[in-house]
């Protein structure tokens, strides 16, 4: 059964850091691209990072760059989003997904809010 877990999201002032965690099983973690997408009320899903299967290629949304990191550990099945500085933009639902050329799954979502 293929599960994808996030956890870390809550409520932080503007400025302030959270890191997202994704936890996978049910499916061989290191064969997939993992991401972290987001979706805002009201707006369309969009990418945040990916980090990619095979040669670890990292890709941001301009609008993260230089404040937020993507990481992944291949032996605890993991994938972890840093992020800093965050602004009440950043205010939405994060959704880890993996994907490979065969498959697509999601997690059920963890909410992200940032506000004073």
């Known amino acids: 059964q293929v599960q994808l877990v996030e956890s870390g999201g809550g409520l932080v002032q503007p400025g302030g850091s959270l890191r997202l965690s994704c936890a996978a099983s049910?499916?061989?973690?290191?064969?997939?691209?993992m991401s972290w997408y987001r979706q805002a009320p009201g707006k369309e899903r969009e990418l945040v990072a990916q980090?990619?299967?095979?040669?670890?290629?990292?890709t941001y949304a301009d609008s993260v760059k230089g404040r937020f990191t993507i990481s992944r550990d291949n032996a605890k099945n993991t994938v972890y989003l840093q992020m800093n500085s965050l602004k009440p933009e950043d205010t939405a639902v994060y959704y880890c997904?993996?994907?490979?050329?065969?498959?697509?799954?999601w997690g059920q979502g963890t909410q992200v809010t940032v506000s004073s």
């Open positions: 997904n993996a994907d490979n050329p065969r498959y697509d799954y």
């Open positions: 049910g499916f061989t973690f290191s064969s997939y691209s």
């Open positions: 980090i990619t299967r095979t040669r670890g290629t990292i």
